[in-house]
């Protein structure tokens, strides 16, 4: 608790890993089925003689690895940036758990990166036989690299009952595997895997469209061709195996995918409802666009069109991402700590205590005292806003407009009681702290909504 | 596998024989789509047509649960918190209601711009403006129908445009509003409007508008027309072009989509006539251009001066506007046709502009 916070106004720090997170999924997930698809087209064009296939195939390697190789790995690292400086807790508890897994995900990263250059490099400069076998490293290392992972993210949903039993008593990493292969693992490996082999060939429309099919008719048609083949497997898959996920999911997070069928009230949670939708209508079209304008109009798809399937990709790659972090709340690991960093064991001793207990970064005064409002706006920084904003996403002032200062105290004293049949349960978690907190918070919130003629002192101060 | 395609081609046949289903493909197919670099623009057609179409499906499923008069805020609440999807189907509905005028704008102006209003295509640019100004009508009285604030204030300025006409204003402000004030009852005329009247006319010139649209097929644009007729290129109309259309509307279905679940459309409070209008009212976008011309006309010359000026710049305008294909006839890119463009760039950097601004200003 005592890590700074990092204010991110009207945005969010959350919205930045998530913004960086989507744009590295679609690269990253390229890169994995990208290899393979690499990989199989060279085996094809060299069984069947195809040298216009191979001239593209040089073509698209080089677009795949500026893509992988530059945007896929900085914006790798840059996840690694945001996730530490928004959710210190959670990023501390997994690198004490998967620290060995993150050191063999690094190696199988440096293989990935350094076969992508020397595949690239080295068409036509080495026997094709062994160019194959640098394509099936690189492929293999890729596809390591998700298998790992795979295992961090979905402990973050679904750690198991195993590894929340030692939680917390420094046993943890001796039930790594326990943690690794937890209940969502398996499902989200075929899920993932099927999207990796259709952005495949989502991405080798991008570059199989610039073709000219008025001068290379038969090279476009059947590359284009084969590539929205790519996708069809996997759109078959897609949809069993999200069923499957959804299936180890617990039901009362799986619950919070019908918040939002019959309302749109505020601060409902319904945008989740909203956003799942979308990954069915854009995955559908994607199918139905490629089909129709790709594979059955070969030589008159274009890059324009192209492009629309990459934005929906990205679209149902987005709405996706945003559905699987919203599935984990109330908590950023499931059972073990809830999605503002507070353990859920150390809940009441945060309650008896006193959640600025250990706190250095509260406003104080020339005297070194703090005011009730400066703790309520250390208490928001820390408890509130990993989720909300004043303005921005999920605005609080918004939220809590029209409440004067004994709505938004009762308000408050119901999210601290966190009673069983409370709606906000099923998404938040609870105002920890004493009643002074939670008082200190009110002061906070209700300057904020309901501003004073007057600045409090602490505040005319900063 | 043989059975069923054996008994589909069974189907197909009978269907064949009353329908002449072969006839209409091979006409179809005999159709040919221009091929250029503006051929984007062709499509815009195509998508408002779809546009209009999601409106009457979704339009049909909210009259299932809409309670026009007294009950209609009541019932647009229901709608909107306690229908299963029934916030989908409303926002679906405003948000497609938007996009719909969007494309026929974008449509409208890439006409203007490739001046397909020349020979023989006058009725169609007649047809496709009557239709933008219907479409309009439809957003101005479906505004209303929830009965909130904002769409209680917003009408109640909306319906004080007509009065400033002289001897006839007030009488047409009365009827529409069934009054002096807007009530229930003016919810109720608008309801009418907007799903017997409107739709009442604006089919038939929709058909009107296709028919032509079949008639004379696409437009070439000036720099194609200058081609050797060998150098054109064209795509058949089915299954290309057809293929084609059918990719943007799902990829409209799918903006649509995202707006709907991102930006659900909003319900305000109930009205109340004796509170005072919420700060920062304003019309629809489609009618911001207008009313900010008139806002900046007013500053500059208050009073009756402003608001006649104004009168006299749209009337002109629009007549204009309407008026092109009988005064850029020509084929050749002469004096006439390159002032036609000008006029067309102008009037839409005035429309962007003071749309902007009035966004600016609110």
């Not at chain 1, 209508?281 to 129709?292: K, L």
Request: with cysteine.
């Amino acid at each position: 608790m005592n890590y700074p916070f990092w204010n991110i106004p009207y945005l969010g720090s959350s919205w930045v890993i998530g913004i960086i997170a989507i744009f590295h999924v679609m690269i990253s997930q390229f890169a994995v089925g990208g290899g393979f698809y690499l990989l199989f087209a060279e085996r094809k064009a060299m069984r069947e003689g195809r040298t216009d296939w191979h001239q593209q195939l040089i073509k698209h390697s080089k677009f795949f690895l500026t893509i992988t190789g530059i945007y896929g790995t900085v914006s790798g690292v840059g996840i690694w940036f945001a996730i530490g400086l928004t959710h210190p807790e959670a990023t501390s508890t997994l690198i004490h758990n998967f620290v060995f897994g993150w050191a063999i995900e690094w190696v199988f990263f440096m293989v990935e990166l350094i076969t992508a250059a020397v595949y690239y490099y080295t068409w036509d400069k080495i026997d094709p036989k062994l160019h194959l076998k640098v394509g099936w490293v690189y492929a293999g290392a890729s596809a390591a690299t998700l298998i790992i992972i795979n295992g961090i993210l979905t402990f973050m949903l679904t750690p198991g009952d195993t590894w929340l039993a030692v939680a917390g008593t420094g046993a943890e990493a001796s039930k790594f595997w326990f943690a690794f292969f937890n209940p969502t693992y398996w499902p989200s490996l075929l899920l993932r895997s099927a999207v990796c082999i259709s952005l495949a060939g989502v991405w080798a429309l991008v570059t199989s469209s610039c073709i000219d099919g008025d001068k290379f008719p038969a090279l476009k048609s059947s590359l284009v061709k084969w590539s929205v083949k790519w996708l069809m497997a996997a759109f078959v898959i897609v949809p069993f195996a999200l069923i499957w996920y959804l299936w180890m999911v617990p039901a009362s997070q799986r619950a919070l995918l019908t918040l939002g069928i019959d309302t749109i009230g505020a601060g409902t949670f319904s945008v989740v409802t909203r956003i799942a939708l979308l990954i069915i209508i854009t995955s559908a079209t994607i199918v139905g666009v490629a089909y129709q304008l790709a594979y059955k109009n070969p030589i008159d798809f274009n890059l324009s069109t192209a492009i629309s399937i990459l934005l929906l990709a990205l679209m149902a790659t987005a709405a996706g991402e945003y559905s699987r972090e919203m599935l984990r709340k109330p908590y950023v690991i499931g059972g073990w700590m809830y999605s503002n960093g507070v353990r859920v064991k150390y809940v009441d001793a945060i309650n008896r205590n006193g959640y600025l207990k250990d706190s250095l970064w509260v406003w104080k005064d020339s005297a070194g005292q703090s005011s009730s409002y400066s703790r309520g706006e250390a208490i928001f920084r820390g408890e509130c806003s990993s989720c909300h904003t004043l303005d921005g996403y999920r605005p609080i002032r918004q939220l809590l407009a029209g409440r004067d200062r004994a709505n938004i105290a009762s308000f408050l004293k119901m999210l601290h009681e966190y009673k069983a049949d409370s709606p906000y349960r099923r998404f938040m978690p609870p105002l920890s702290g004493t009643a002074e907190d939670v008082n200190d918070l009110t002061e906070y919130l209700n300057y904020q909504v309901n501003p004073p003629a007057t600045k409090p002192q602490t505040l005319a101060q900063k | 596998m043989t059975q069923i395609a054996a008994a589909s081609n069974s189907l197909y046949k009978w269907v064949d024989e009353r329908l002449g289903l072969t006839e209409i493909i091979a006409f179809a197919s005999h159709k040919t789509v221009p091929a250029h670099k503006h051929s984007f623009w062709y499509y815009w057609g195509g998508i408002s047509l779809f546009l209009f179409l999601l409106q009457c499906f979704t339009g049909v499923l909210l009259l299932v649960y809409y309670r026009p008069g007294i009950d209609a805020y009541e019932s647009v609440r229901q709608i909107n918190f306690v229908m299963h999807f029934g916030w989908l189907i409303r926002s679906a509905h405003s948000w497609s209601a938007n996009l719909f005028i969007f494309a026929i704008m974008v449509h409208m102006f890439s006409v203007f711009l490739m001046k397909a209003y020349r020979k023989p295509r006058e009725f169609g640019w007649f047809s496709g403006l009557a239709l933008l100004a219907i479409a309009t009508v439809f957003g101005f009285s479906g505004y209303l129908l929830p009965m909130d604030e904002l769409s209680y204030f917003a009408t109640k300025v909306g319906l004080q445009i007509p009065t400033a006409l002289p001897w006839i204003g007030t009488v047409i402000a009365n009827m529409l509003r069934g009054g002096t004030e807007v009530t229930e009852f003016t919810v109720e005329r608008f309801f009418a409007l907007h799903v017997v009247v409107l739709p009442a006319i604006f089919l038939p010139l929709l058909s009107f508008h296709l028919w032509l649209v079949q008639r004379h097929g696409n437009a070439l644009p000036p720099e194609e027309e200058l081609k050797p007729a060998a150098e054109r290129k064209s795509i058949p109309f089915f299954p290309n072009f057809f293929r084609k259309d059918l990719g943007m509307w799902l990829i409209s279905l799918n903006v649509l989509a995202l707006l709907a679940s991102v930006f659900p459309w909003a319900l305000g409070k109930p009205f109340d006539p004796l509170a005072p209008a919420p700060a920062g009212i304003h019309p629809e976008w489609y009618f911001m251009a207008p009313f900010e011309m008139l806002k900046v006309l007013g500053n500059w010359m208050p009073g009756a001066a402003g608001e006649i000026a104004g009168l006299l710049l749209f009337s002109t305008g629009i007549v204009l506007w309407v008026l092109i294909p009988f005064y850029d006839t020509t084929k050749e890119n002469g004096r006439r046709a390159r002032n036609a463009h000008y006029f067309g760039i102008a009037a839409i950097t005035l429309l962007l502009i003071t749309t902007i601004l009035g966004y600016w200003t609110i």
